[in-house]
């Protein structure tokens, strides 16, 4: 993996993922963002190295996010850290308590 990565990219490594593990409904009022450590957005021109940003999302008007994204690992390994942290989200929101949701290859 390169020094950094542009905001840009992993948002669109990011957005199949979650279209994966959102119904439609929840698609329809999902938003995310990227953030510094700090809370400020990043920009999509941004670049970004790893453990310098966060994944803050909201969906159905419930908050959430990921914690300080790994992108030394791969884009396999940072969708899977993005993916197992909404996973938790999910599970723990009013609208999806309880589901378990995910890729068919996880095991």
């Keep these: 993996m390169?020094?950094?990565m542009h905001a840009r990219d992993v948002k669109r490594f990011l957005e199949p993922m979650f279209e994966s593990m959102l119904t439609d409904r929840e698609?329809?009022?999902?938003?995310?963002?990227?953030?510094r450590l700090s809370?400020?957005?990043?920009?999509a021109h941004?670049?970004?190295?790893?453990n310098e940003a966060l994944v803050r999302w909201r969906v159905?008007?419930?908050d959430g996010g990921s914690g300080s994204l790994p992108?030394?690992?791969?884009?396999?390994?940072?969708?899977?850290?993005v993916?197992?942290?909404?996973?938790d989200f999910i599970a723990?929101?009013?609208?999806?308590?309880?589901?378990?949701?995910?890729p068919r290859d996880l095991p």
């Design 46 to 50: 941004a670049v970004i190295a790893t």
């Design 60 to 62: 159905l008007g419930e």
């Design 27 to 35: 698609l329809q009022s999902f938003t995310f963002r990227l953030e």
């Design 71 to 81: 992108l030394d690992d791969g884009v396999d390994a940072l969708v899977r850290f």
């Design 92 to 102: 723990e929101s009013h609208f999806g308590w309880g589901e378990r949701r995910g």
């Design 2 to 4: 390169p020094e950094g």
């Design 39 to 43: 809370g400020r957005e990043l920009p």
């Design 83 to 87: 993916q197992n942290d909404l996973q």
